[in-house]
């Protein structure tokens, strides 16, 4: 039961590159969402999707582009890399709408 | 603008005592608050839940405490354990619309010895 594997568990980058983070969920659960933590700031929604095909915004979506092109996998890809991206990125998925979420182990990245 | 305030932010409880964590809401469409512990490298997890039509859930040593006409609810650790050492997140959720779950800035308990 592999369950919400994300990757790479950490990544260092430099400011302007393009990143893609991973997320793969072995559920098939519907819902799936991106969420970065900052000390003082706790779990901030970048994104999520309620289906494949279907992604909308959440609280911190600039500089973020998703795509869900399948129900198991949600990358998350910042298309030019700034510092203030440097963060834990958290991959979490629910079964459905408003249902116990599911986190996975994060991305820590840092942009230099 | 913080939905979810959450204090305190950092916590230090001897063993066996009570950590009390508390969390105030603005939106009084939410309607499932949640609260979730994160150990170090590790994502949150589901910890326990209520919904505003109840005053007090409790499961095991973990009782969440929720007043409505307050906006407030709160976790209740009793008999602390050096285990329970982990980050806490309060959280909200209106379940009418989309599935945004609204997470407070997060508590940091250590329970020492």
């Known amino acids: 039961d592999a369950g919400i594997t994300q990757s790479p568990r950490y990544k260092i980058t430099e400011t302007g590159r393009q990143v893609t983070l991973m997320c793969h969920q072995t559920w098939s659960h519907s819902y799936m969402f991106w969420y970065r933590q900052d000390l003082g700031h706790g779990l901030r929604l970048i994104y999520y999707s309620a289906a494949a095909d279907i992604t909308d915004k959440g609280e911190v979506p600039d500089g973020y582009v998703v795509s869900r092109s399948k129900t198991e996998n949600f990358p998350l890809t910042l298309e030019s890399a700034t510092r203030s991206q440097t963060s834990v990125y958290f991959c979490?998925?629910?079964?459905?709408?408003?249902?116990?979420?599911?986190f996975g182990s994060g991305t820590q990245l840092s942009v230099l | 603008q913080q939905q979810v305030k959450q204090s305190p932010q950092s916590l230090i409880v001897q063993k066996g005592g009570i950590s009390i964590i508390n969390c105030a809401y603005e939106n009084t469409a939410f309607d499932y608050f949640p609260w979730y512990q994160q150990f170090p490298g590790k994502g949150p997890a589901l910890l326990i839940a209520?919904?505003?039509?109840?005053s007090e859930k409790k499961e095991g040593r973990f009782t969440i405490s929720f007043n409505k006409s307050a906006k407030q609810f709160s976790l209740h650790i009793m008999d602390s354990q050096p285990g329970d050492s982990a980050t806490y997140f309060c959280a909200a959720f209106w379940t009418g619309t989309a599935s945004k779950l609204t997470f407070g800035t997060g508590t940091r308990l250590q329970v020492t010895l």
């Open positions: 979490a998925s629910s079964r459905q709408k408003g249902e116990k979420l599911f």
């Open positions: 209520i919904r505003p039509d109840v």
